[in-house]
């Protein structure tokens, strides 16, 4: 049960990492004038989102799924309950941040700069969030 909190919490400090970082990479390629610093930054975009972010989401939630199995009775905790309302919020934000990176990096989308600010203001706020509900357990 210890390794799969283990795993839990280090899969979800690289998706919280890849979508931060991810966030803040998006804003300055939407501001880079340059074509060959716009390539650079699209290739980072593409391993940030495929190495680390996703990779540390999928971590994540089987992690999750696999404590709630073993734990079952967790599920009737208030707590728990708020937190996988979180986490349904970062599957959101997540999908909504790749489903930009990758229309930008193919050439195909925009992103503007409110947006960048916003993905990464939300998802700075869930995690605060499931970090309180996770170690306070308040409700």
């Given at each position: 049960?210890?390794?799969?909190?283990v795993?839990?919490?280090?899969?979800?400090?690289?998706?919280m990492a890849?979508?931060?970082?991810?966030?803040?990479?998006?804003?300055?390629?939407?501001?880079?004038?340059?074509p060959?610093?716009?390539?650079?930054?699209s290739?980072l975009?593409?391993r940030?989102?495929?190495g680390?972010?996703?990779?540390g989401?999928?971590?994540?939630?089987?992690?999750?799924?696999?404590?709630?199995?073993?734990?079952?009775?967790y599920l009737?905790?208030?707590?728990?309950r708020?937190?996988?309302?979180?986490v349904?919020?970062?599957?959101?934000v997540?999908?909504?941040v790749?489903?930009?990176?990758r229309a930008?990096?193919?050439?195909?989308?925009?992103?503007?700069?409110r947006?960048?600010?916003?993905?990464?203001?939300?998802?700075s706020l869930?995690?605060?969030g499931?970090?309180?509900?996770?170690?306070?357990?308040?409700?």
């Amino acid at each position: 049960m210890a390794w799969v909190l283990v795993f839990h919490v280090v899969g979800f400090v690289f998706w919280m990492a890849g979508l931060l970082v991810l966030t803040q990479v998006l804003d300055l390629h939407v501001r880079e004038p340059s074509p060959e610093a716009r390539t650079t930054l699209s290739r980072l975009e593409t391993r940030l989102l495929d190495g680390i972010t996703h990779p540390g989401a999928v971590i994540t939630l089987a992690s999750g799924v696999i404590f709630v199995v073993l734990r079952p009775e967790y599920l009737h905790q208030n707590w728990l309950r708020a937190k996988l309302v979180l986490v349904a919020a970062l599957v959101i934000v997540d999908l909504s941040v790749a489903s930009r990176t990758r229309a930008l990096v193919a050439g195909n989308g925009k992103i503007g700069r409110r947006w960048g600010r916003a993905m990464h203001a939300a998802a700075s706020l869930i995690f605060v969030g499931v970090l309180v509900l996770a170690i306070l357990k308040p409700l």
